[in-house]
Structures are given as C-alpha cells and as structure tokens.
C-alpha cells in the first residue's frame, strides 16, 4: 500500500463561481490536490481571486489548479487579455509574438492563483474535416507547430505558469471528436513519428506536463486508446523518450472512454499506463468512483507502490515548480490587451483576391443569428457582434438565417448589393454550400469552411474582440490582412 493517499492523483472540478463549505470538505477529506475550473466557474475578477484563495486554502501550500485557456475559442476566463488561436498565430508566423502571447497569458492566470494552464496544443491539424481542433492547432506543417509552440511554452513557463502540452499523441487527424465518440487513427509507427508524434517529441524535454488523448492508434495498441495505453504511455512517451514529466488524463467523463470503461476502470488502467493524474468530473459522487478506484487498486497490489510514488513525486515536483499563489499584474495588463489585439492582426488572412468593399457600398450582410457553445469552445459570437463590423457603411442590410447551413442560396436576392456572407458557427458547412457565391466570405470561426465557398474569403480564425477588431479595420479599408493560411487551406 502507498504512503500517500491516491486522492492526490485525481484531478477534479468544482460547482459555481465561489467554494461552498460541502466541496470544501470533501476536497480535505479526500485529500485532494488537484481542481480544474470551467466557464462555470469564473464570475467577475474579484469572485474568481477569493475562489482562488479559498481554493489554495483547502488544496494546500502543493496545489495544482488548471485551466484551458489556448487562446482562440478556448478561452475560459474572458476578462483577461483574449489570446488568439494557435493557427492565427501560425498565419503571422512570428515566434517572438508567439512567445509574448504565451506570456501575457500567463501573466494573466497567475494575477489570479492559477499554476497550471493546459496549453499550448501540439496536434498537427493536417485533416481539414477535423471537428474539434481546427483553428486550436498553430499548423499543418509539424515543424511550424513545434516552432511555435515551443516559443508560446517558453512564454509561459518564463512568467511562472506550468504548460501541458496536448493532445498526445495527437489529434490532429481524426474525423470524429472524443468528446462524442471514440476516434481511430490508423497510422504505423513511422507515420506517426513523421507528423503527429513530432510536435511531441520535440518539446518533450521541455514541457512540464502532457494532457493525452482518447484516441485509439490501432497498429500501436488495438484495444486501448491512449489515455489507458501503457504502449504510448509507458512505451512511447516514458521508454523511448525518457519522459518523467506529469502525464494527465484527458477528461474520463468523454463519452471515447466513459462509454466503454467507465470511471472506476478508466482511472485504474491510466495510472497502470504510466499517467500521473486522471481528470474525473462530474458529481462528487462520480469523482469517489475514481478515487476509490485507484485506492482500491493499491490497497489490492494492481497498483504497485512504486508506480504511485512516482506519480505523486512528479505532482509534488510540478507545483513546487510553479506555485499556486496569485501576483498582480497590473504593471502588465493594459500592455498585454495591447500585445493580444497586435497578434489578431497579424494573423488576419485574405484568401482569393479578397479585398474590402468600399465603405459607400450597398451591402446585404447574410449571418446566423446565434450559436450555442459546442461544450469545448465557448459559444460562438451573436449575429448582432457579426453586424456591428459593418456599422461603418451607409447602406448595409440585413439578413438575419436561424441556420446559416440551411441558406438557399437561390433566395439570396441579385440586386446590385454586395452579398456578404459571415460565419459565425463552428461546423463546416458541407455540401450545402455547393452553390453558394458571395460576394465576400468572412470567417469568424472555422477557417476551413473556406474550402466550403468559392470565393474571395477573409479569415480571422476566432472571433475574440481582438480578432473581430481586426476584421472591422479591414472592411473599413484602415488594416491590411497579411496573414498565410497553413498548406490545405490557401
């Protein structure tokens, strides 16, 4: 039996925006170390500090509270500088400006007490189809996305913040998403090594944690997917690497693995893989499934004392590394809205001869009303954000669609106007764009709908208030879009 109790190897989330006493007690009474926050538990600045002091409290002097703030979409605290997505920073293609956004993000996680951000994204988005990385990749060129990458990391780590580098060994090219079904990618060892796997390798000696990936590699491990494989896990990343860094778990509530393993299951086979941590949401009910899996599972010998003993020496080492305890940051953050809204800019792309219409223009301005949040992403913007970009022009008319991919473009009426098509959604459009022609596409959201779309097209690849900004000046003719799209895309 280990000397320590395996609820220090379980990470879990927390319900609302302060730390109620019932929470409280039960992170203490099972020993908890770990908690990663969610949109829903981010209030105002203010309540997001005193959640954070009242979690360090609970969790003690070696916390680790983690977040996913990539940048882009994923973004899950809003009133600090919005980064953007890795493949606009890919599109300007400066590591010094990507090394600054990953530092800038850290300053701003840390103002709060945040230790651990699970960033930057490694996966190699080479599958335009790919319905849940898209834009959160920096390339379709591995090297691009090690490069870059490995500038955002030393960002990062610089201003005190730990990374974790995801989704390993990468989910790049997948046609499904794991938080929905369990994906196959059905590659040999050297294709892996030649895309996906590079990014890893690369950064390996670099990052201080890897988030896996529920993915099933079948000519690595048939059975298994990555998260419980101890042939990725314990051959490739440990044994052929020499990686002794924090391995956490994806989420075990995604359905690639709660469907076919369960909590209690899941929990035990990551830690018999060579992982570190599993992340266990839910109900505090569910969470104990897994932690009293785990206990269970070295009370009985499955798990061996050693294999938790190094596990939590990579956990203690991580948050020794980079403390939970909040820094202000207010010498910095006014430079940092600055830094974050430069590099939307930058990455801004015209594709197709795009060019912005004249201000005196009649334009008809086709657009989705709203979009719900996809569970990954935050919810995209409003038709109203879409339409204040033209607010500039003298004639631009609306119309407002319930469902952009229903638009029959044969209603679209040819009278002279300008027919400007913007996006706000996150999933491809399909075949029901065939015969769509606008005028001007403009992308807010899923830079490969351009492939959907014959046509001049502007791609911002998001659509935080830096990259909306960026787009409002290119229309209004006072910025220029000097972004490259990655190979697959131009």
Not at 51 to 69: C, N, T, Y
Not at 127 to 136: D, F, K, L, Q, Y
Request: charged share 20%; with cysteine; glycine share 8%.
């Amino acid at each position: 039996m280990s000397s320590f109790d395996p609820g220090r190897l379980v990470m879990v989330d927390i319900p609302g925006t302060s730390l109620d006493a019932g929470t409280a007690d039960f992170l203490r009474a099972q020993k908890i170390r770990a908690v990663c926050l969610f949109r829903k538990n981010i209030g105002t600045e203010d309540e997001v500090k005193a959640l954070m002091r009242d979690l360090i409290d609970v969790l003690g002097p070696e916390a680790l509270i983690g977040i996913d703030q990539e940048g882009g979409a994923v973004v899950r605290v809003t009133f600090l500088p919005q980064p953007p997505s890795a493949m606009a920073l890919g599109a300007s293609g400066d590591a010094a400006r990507a090394e600054g956004v990953g530092a800038a993000v850290a300053r701003g996680l840390k103002s709060l007490g945040i230790n651990w951000n699970f960033a930057p994204v490694l996966d190699v988005n080479n599958n335009p189809a790919n319905p849940v990385i898209g834009e959160r990749s920096f390339s379709s060129d591995p090297a691009e996305v090690a490069r870059l990458a490995a500038a955002w990391m030393r960002g990062s780590l610089r201003e005190g913040v730990a990374c974790c580098v995801k989704h390993f060994p990468g989910h790049g090219d997948t046609h499904v998403d794991s938080h929905h079904a369990l994906p196959t990618v059905d590659k040999s060892r050297a294709e892996l090594d030649a895309l996906e796997l590079a990014p890893f390798k690369a950064l390996a000696a670099h990052a201080p944690a890897v988030m896996t990936a529920h993915i099933v590699y079948p000519q690595i491990d048939p059975e298994r997917p990555a998260t419980l494989s101890p042939a990725l896990i314990g051959g490739i990343l440990r044994r052929d690497w020499g990686y002794d860094g924090v391995v956490i778990t994806d989420a075990l509530m995604m359905k690639a693995v709660a469907e076919r393993f369960g909590y209690a299951k899941s929990a035990v086979m990551a830690i018999e893989a060579g992982a570190d941590m599993v992340l266990a949401q839910g109900s505090p009910e569910e969470q104990l499934v897994a932690i009293n899996a785990l206990r269970e599972a070295f009370a009985s010998g499955r798990l061996t004392a050693a294999q938790g003993e190094a596990a939590n020496r990579r956990l203690d080492a991580l948050a020794a590394a980079y403390p939970a305890r909040a820094v202000d940051d207010a010498a910095h953050r006014a430079a940092d809205h600055a830094l974050v809204a430069d590099a939307w800019a930058a990455g801004l792309t015209a594709l197709r001869g795009a060019a912005p219409p004249g201000l005196g223009t009649p334009l008809r301005v086709i657009v989705q009303g709203d979009v719900p949040t996809d569970m990954v992403s935050e919810a995209g913007p409003t038709g109203r954000q879409a339409v204040s970009l033209f607010s500039a022009f003298k004639d631009a008319q609306v119309q407002m669609v319930d469902d952009i991919a229903r638009l029959d473009w044969a209603t679209v009426p040819q009278d002279g106007r300008l027919n400007v098509l913007v996006s706000t959604r996150r999933a491809r459009y399909g075949q029901a764009a065939a015969g769509w022609r606008p005028d001007l596409h403009l992308t807010l959201w899923n830079p490969y709908q351009a492939l959907d779309v014959a046509g001049p097209t502007v791609v911002t690849w998001g659509f935080a208030p830096g990259a909306l900004a960026a787009a409002q000046a290119w229309l209004e003719g006072r910025a220029q879009a000097a972004g490259r799209a990655p190979q697959g895309l131009q």
